[in-house]
Structures are given as C-alpha cells and as structure tokens.
C-alpha cells in the first residue's frame, strides 16, 4: 500500500471568509500543480460553503477540513455542526443556487454524507491518473 503523499487538517469558523481560506489550503496542501488541484479546489469550495451557509456552523461554530492525497485518490471532508436539511443535489441548472451539490456530484467518482454526534461529515473522493 502505497503512503499518502499529503494530508492536511485545518479548522475554520463557520463564516463565508472560510472559503477562500480553504481553497488556499488545498492549493497549499497538495500542491498548486497538483493534476487534481483545480476539481479539488472547486469540490471544497463548495463543500466549506454549504457548511457555512445550511448548518448550524454559521452562528459562530466551526468547519474542519480535511484533505488526503494518496495512490490516485484525493478524499475530502467537511465536518460541520449538522443541521435541519439533508444536504442533496438539486437538479435544476437554471435554479439561481443549489447547485454546489450537483458539481460535487459530476464531478468527484463518488461522495456522500454521514452523521456523527457532533454533528455532519460530507465527503468525496476524486481519482486522478498518478504519473
């Protein structure tokens, strides 16, 4: 079995200036010229942007992030506070927001949601060719 190349852990407040901080996280953990570095960048975005807005984080809690790079596979996390809503796709593309599940659904090979006392992980995983 073959290491993981990066792996990086970063928590941050449940605020929309969280995004930003975490596509530089990506960006600085797997390296800017990761093959990957774009899909994974957008994947998280996304991800740390539900988490802020649709949990609970956002009155002042907080969003882990974390992010594994290893053997042609690239797994993200987002933990948040939970919330009321599910988090699932929304299939209009002509919907004015929503849509932020839907790319993670097109683009990652897979993903998914999973419940824990504390509170919501919602995750992907991206493979990529392995030069």
Do not use: Q
Request: proline share 3%.
């Amino acid at each position: 079995m073959m290491a993981d190349r990066a792996t990086g852990v970063i928590e941050l407040s449940g605020s929309p200036e969280s995004v930003s901080l975490a596509r530089e996280y990506v960006k600085t953990t797997i390296g800017a010229d990761h093959p990957a570095v774009d899909d994974v960048t957008l994947l998280v975005s996304e991800l740390v942007t539900n988490a802020v807005v649709h949990s609970d984080s956002h009155n002042g809690g907080k969003v882990t992030l974390t992010v594994t790079d290893g053997a042609g596979r690239i797994r993200g996390e987002v933990r948040d506070a939970g919330g009321d809503t599910v988090p699932r796709p929304c299939n209009d593309m002509l919907a004015e927001g929503g849509r932020g599940l839907l790319l993670v659904d097109l683009i990652s090979t897979r993903w998914g949601v999973e419940d824990d006392i504390a509170g919501r992980v919602v995750w992907f995983e991206l493979t990529y060719d392995v030069m």
